[in-house]
């Protein structure tokens, strides 16, 4: 899942800049309602991981590094999603945090 998550970061990313470059509100709330995604990935990562780590302490140094990896796509959706929320603020004056839409 780490693979679908970096192609989702990176999808979400490019996409963030598409929309702040034009202007583009549809895409920017496209973008924000796609970090869910992300953090679910990361979550399910995450347990996965732990019952691995759990099962067998020998995988736990790659699992650690793993982690670090997801949190650190998890971080550039994030990102990409700030990027998408000042898109719309610009554009429409809307404020959009943590999901919440404020006029």
Known sequence: DIPRMAEEATKMIEDSLKSFINEDIQLAQNVCER??????????????????????????????RLIRISRSLERIA??????????IYMAEGRVIKHGKVNT
């Open 35 to 64: 970090d869910d995604v992300v953090d679910g990935l990361r979550d399910q990562i995450l347990r996965e991981l732990i019952t691995f780590m759990a099962a067998d302490p020998t995988v736990i140094e790659p699992s650690i």
């Open 78 to 87: 994030d990102l990409s999603t700030n990027i998408c929320e000042d898109v």
